[in-house]
């Protein structure tokens, strides 16, 4: 079992960065993959960007690429999200979520999830 708790959401004004934080916990955490995934009001939940869980290889989403780094450490079970350049776009809750198997870009592959943190972008 995986437990994930997000950290670092809040309002930011457009152009600006943020930085998100998930602490992982539980028996299996060093053993998943760890994405962060996004759901704005209306829409779909979407990936955003994913970090294996053995810190070689980093995917991104389309709507991210090029403006967001993720990384991992897994000495303090702490996956991070940098975001620049942030519009109102962006506004969304922010998922962590592990996976142990399946592609990074699938939302049902993901297994266990935290409670999400707000990200909102004013213009």
């Known amino acids: 079992q995986v437990q994930l708790v997000e950290s670092g959401g809040g309002m930011v004004h457009a152009g600006g960065s943020l930085r998100l934080f998930c602490a992982a916990s539980?028996?299996?955490?060093?053993?998943?993959?760890i994405s962060w995934l996004r759901q704005a009001p209306g829409k779909n939940r979407e990936f955003v960007a994913g970090i294996s869980r053995t810190v070689d290889r980093t995917f991104y989403g389309e709507s991210v690429e090029g403006r967001s780094t993720v990384s991992r450490d897994n000495g303090k079970n702490m996956v991070s999200l940098y975001m620049n350049n942030l519009n109102p776009e962006d506004t969304a809750i922010y998922y962590c979520?592990?996976?142990?198997?399946?592609?990074?870009?699938?939302?049902?592959?993901?297994?266990?999830w935290g409670q999400g943190t707000q990200v909102t972008v004013s213009s």
């Open positions: 539980g028996r299996g955490s060093s053993g998943v993959d």
């Open positions: 979520a592990a996976k142990r198997s399946g592609n990074y870009y699938t939302v049902s592959n993901y297994e266990f």
